[in-house]
């Protein structure tokens, strides 16, 4: 079975450009987290979905991020305009409950540097 | 919100000594406690995990202790090995699904 899939793998930007990353979590997996972990940090939180429904999005900066999971299934994360303090890897991990506390299966992270 | 510590920051062990990782949390609301280890350009991958109505679990020469009245948790390994050489990070989280992880503990196993 596949894992959680994320692209692109890697990305350079220029600062003020728009960036997108896309995510296709585990089939029939209902939650979908994205998290941002910059370097030598832990994973933090940016957005949580279940199904289409973002029930927490607190410490996504809605100024320049927006996230979507259209039909509760693949979701994309855009930046726009990025800044410098962007750069990080963007993780992507689906679970297969509903507002239960499991295992996060996390995808292989699309790392962002913004020159 | 949830404050999460993990100490020691680093940990450098021999081979075959055994490693302990703790990890405090704040929120009394937290009820699901586990341990992510991320090796180098890889994904986190969940190694083993304890829910509040459990002190303690063993997964071969891993276990997780639990003391939900001082709030925090631990990560134990025996008998370690190169291959455990990896960032560890705690995750605390609560009913409605909401986890926050720790800043990581790097663990390097000498030969």
């Known amino acids: 079975e596949a894992g959680v899939v994320q692209s692109p793998r890697y990305k350079i930007i220029e600062k003020k450009q728009p960036v997108a990353f896309w995510c296709n979590p585990i089939?029939?997996?209902?939650?979908l987290y994205w998290y941002r972990q910059n370097l030598g940090q832990g994973p933090e939180l940016l957005i949580r979905?279940?199904?289409?429904?973002?029930?927490?999005d607190s410490q996504l900066p809605k100024d320049r991020f927006s996230a979507e999971r259209l039909k509760g299934v693949d979701s994309t994360l855009k930046i726009q305009p990025a800044e410098l303090g962007d750069s990080a890897v963007y993780l992507c991990?689906?679970?297969?409950?509903?507002?239960?506390?499991?295992?996060?299966?996390f995808g292989e992270g699309s790392r962002l540097t913004v020159l | 919100g949830e404050n999460v510590e993990q100490h020691p920051s680093t940990l450098s062990v021999q081979e075959g000594d055994s490693a302990v990782i703790k990890c405090t949390y704040s929120d009394s609301a937290s009820n699901y406690f586990p341990w992510y280890k991320q090796e180098l350009g890889k994904r986190p991958q969940l190694i083993i995990d304890i829910r509040s109505n459990v002190g303690e679990k063993k997964d071969q020469r891993i276990a997780v202790t639990l003391n939900k009245t001082a709030k925090h948790f631990s990560l134990h390994i025996t008998e370690t090995q190169p291959e455990d050489s990896a960032v560890y990070f705690c995750g605390p989280g609560d009913s409605w699904g909401k986890l926050q992880f720790g800043a990581g503990t790097q663990v390097v196993v000498t030969p």
């Open positions: 089939s029939g997996h209902n939650t």
């Open positions: 991990a689906s679970s297969p409950g509903l507002a239960a506390t499991g295992e996060l299966f």
């Open positions: 979905y279940e199904n289409e429904e973002a029930v927490d």
